[in-house]
């Protein structure tokens, strides 16, 4: 299991992952979607469409782990306020309260959970609101890239 120092070491020794179409001066929010993406999409594959509300809705693959960033605070499918990264592990059963609560216990930045299907989930939230600089949102990206491989690994170690 990561504690924090090895989870913040690491994440700080990883390159960042903004690409050409990103400065990481530049100033983002939630309204940009494609940004967003270009910076996910250095970890990853990604996709962007919409969801079911009409709203910005990424989706990608980390280390073959599918996710998803949920866009929140929409009006009419733009205007949004924040990110949620947010993934569910259906093929793994057996987890416990417990066993999520101990991952959590040494986790910083996201809250993992069972979710209401009885399926482990987690979530990460990202404020974006009056801006970030895209290397700090790259620096997100880090750690939930992090947090997502490091649930997958405990949660498939201790699953049946």
């Avoid at 416990?96 to 482990?120: C, E, S």
């Amino acid at each position: 299991m990561f504690s924090r120092t090895v989870l913040l070491s690491a994440a700080f020794a990883l390159p960042t992952a903004c690409t050409n179409m990103v400065t990481p001066n530049e100033i983002l929010d939630a309204n940009d979607v494609e940004k967003i993406a270009a910076i996910a999409n250095g970890y990853g594959s990604t996709m962007v469409s919409t969801d079911n509300f009409g709203d910005p809705l990424i989706e990608g693959r980390i280390e073959g782990i599918y996710y998803a960033v949920l866009f929140f605070g929409c009006e009419n499918g733009g205007d949004c306020q924040g990110i949620e990264m947010f993934a569910r592990w259906e093929d793994v059963d057996g987890i416990t309260l417990k066993q999520i609560n101990t991952w959590n216990h040494d986790m910083r930045f996201a809250k993992a959970y069972i979710d209401t299907d009885g399926v482990p989930a987690v979530e990460m939230d990202v404020n974006l609101l009056n801006g970030v600089r895209a290397s700090n949102l790259d620096i997100s990206f880090d750690y939930w890239s992090i947090l997502l491989v490091s649930l997958d690994s405990y949660l498939r170690e201790r699953g049946s």
